[in-house]
């Protein structure tokens, strides 16, 4: 159980270019899901709280013009990143918060690898 | 303001070695949840354990341990009977309970295991 799901893994794009990144909670509900950026070899850093049928909470620093998030129902969240520079490379990660059971943990689904060229 | 903190940023041990994972949090609250994820060089963050702030009982699981210690502020995680399976950067993280429903995990920087054949 608590799987959730990235959909690209890996996507090359120009610069310039609007990319979409989807993540999915597949056996649960998620009414939050988060939004992380990962540069290599750091540590993942928190962009955005997505919460289902409300507007996202974006991290300080984070231009939310720039990473449009969309939170439509309880299985799935998107990132979009908007008129994507090299400097928006990075590895994005999802993470849905499971309430249910003993837990109440974050899962976090396999990433996202964005290179802008 | 909460931080963790993860001083060791590379170790490396032959197999079957006992290691362990140093981590020290900071945090205002008294009520928190403190957790371990490994994320293997395919990108996925997968739990490991959630412990909250109440419950100081150290844990076991199979090769995997824990020691919680609200003395120091640590929670440790020590590997027993290494395998080159276990390479991998491990992160630990804290969240507050100041925001019910929508805690906001902080990572610290990650520790590299590699595991020696």
């Known amino acids: 159980g608590a799987v959730v799901s990235q959909h690209p893994s890996r996507v090359i794009c120009k610069s310039g270019t609007s990319v979409k990144i989807e993540c999915r909670s597949l056996?649960?509900?998620?009414?939050?899901m988060f939004w992380y950026r990962q540069f290599p070899k750091k540590s993942l850093m928190l962009m955005a709280t997505s919460n289902e049928g409300s507007k996202a909470t974006y991290e300080q620093g984070v231009e939310k013009d720039k990473f449009l998030i969309n939170h439509a129902s309880l299985t799935l969240s998107t990132l979009t990143v908007t008129s994507a520079h090299p400097e928006d490379s990075s590895f994005y990660i999802c993470s849905a918060r499971d309430p249910t059971g003993y837990t109440d943990t974050q899962y976090f689904g396999p990433g996202t690898r964005l290179t802008v060229l | 303001a909460q931080k963790v903190t993860q001083a060791q940023t590379e170790i490396s041990v032959v197999e079957k070695e006992d290691v362990t994972l140093d981590c020290v949090y900071e945090t205002r609250d008294t009520t928190y949840y403190l957790f371990w994820y490994k994320q293997p060089p395919s990108g996925e963050l997968v739990f490991l354990i959630r412990r909250n702030s109440f419950d100081e009982q150290n844990e076991i699981s199979g090769r995997y341990s824990w020691n919680f210690q609200k003395s120091t502020s640590s929670f440790n995680f020590t590997i027993t009977a290494s395998q080159v399976v276990d390479s991998a950067v491990y992160f630990c993280?804290?969240?507050?309970?100041?925001?019910?429903?929508?805690?906001?995990?902080?990572f610290g920087t990650g520790t590299r295991l590699t595991i020696i054949p």
């Open positions: 993280a804290l969240s507050e309970d100041e925001n019910f429903g929508n805690e906001k995990l902080t």
């Open positions: 056996d649960f509900q998620a009414t939050t």
